[in-house]
């Protein structure tokens, strides 16, 4: 493989290739990585840097409740777009198979029943 071609990979890919390890753990271990400064810079009131952790959380795993699940939060709770978090949470309902034993699903059902008793979360 080209070395222009390989810098372009994500770490993800590299490990993958190097045989460290599977592609899917791989990319979940990069998801997590990106999840947890998501969360750092949350916590630190940086909610546009969160937002572009989570997105690249979402790139790696596109399928990550977790990441769709923070970015949830971070609307609700962090910027205040409580119609965005409406939506995620409701998309994290539909994409779980509204199994209330999914942890995500959850608690994104207990995030929209707080909005629908008219109460704030923050």
Same mark, same amino acid.
């Given at each position: 493989?080209?070395?222009?071609?390989?810098?372009?990979?994500?770490?993800? #890919?590299?490990?993958?290739?190097?045989?460290?390890?599977?592609?899917?753990?791989?990319?979940?271990?990069?998801?997590?990585l990106?999840?947890?400064?998501?969360?750092?810079?949350? #916590?630190?009131?940086r909610?546009?840097?969160?937002?572009?952790?989570?997105? %690249?959380?979402?790139?790696?795993?596109? #399928?990550?409740?977790?990441?769709?699940?923070?970015?949830?939060? *971070?609307?609700?709770?962090?910027?205040?777009?409580?119609?965005?978090? *409406?939506?995620?949470?409701?998309? *994290? *309902?539909?994409?779980?198979?509204?199994?209330?034993?999914?942890?995500?699903?959850?608690?994104?059902r %207990?995030?929209?029943?707080?909005?629908?008793?008219?109460?704030?979360?923050?």
């Amino acid at each position: 493989m080209p070395y222009t071609d390989f810098v372009a990979l994500s770490i993800a #890919e590299k490990l993958a290739n190097w045989g460290i390890l599977s592609p899917r753990v791989a990319r979940e271990e990069e998801a997590e990585l990106y999840l947890t400064r998501a969360r750092l810079a949350a #916590e630190e009131e940086r909610f546009d840097d969160a937002l572009v952790f989570c997105e %690249k959380a979402r790139e790696v795993a596109p #399928e990550s409740l977790a990441a769709l699940y923070c970015v949830a939060r *971070i609307h609700d709770l962090g910027t205040g777009d409580r119609d965005r978090a *409406i939506a995620l949470y409701q998309k *994290i *309902i539909a994409r779980a198979g509204y199994d209330s034993g999914n942890p995500y699903c959850a608690a994104a059902r %207990k995030a929209l029943a707080v909005f629908s008793s008219g109460n704030s979360q923050g």
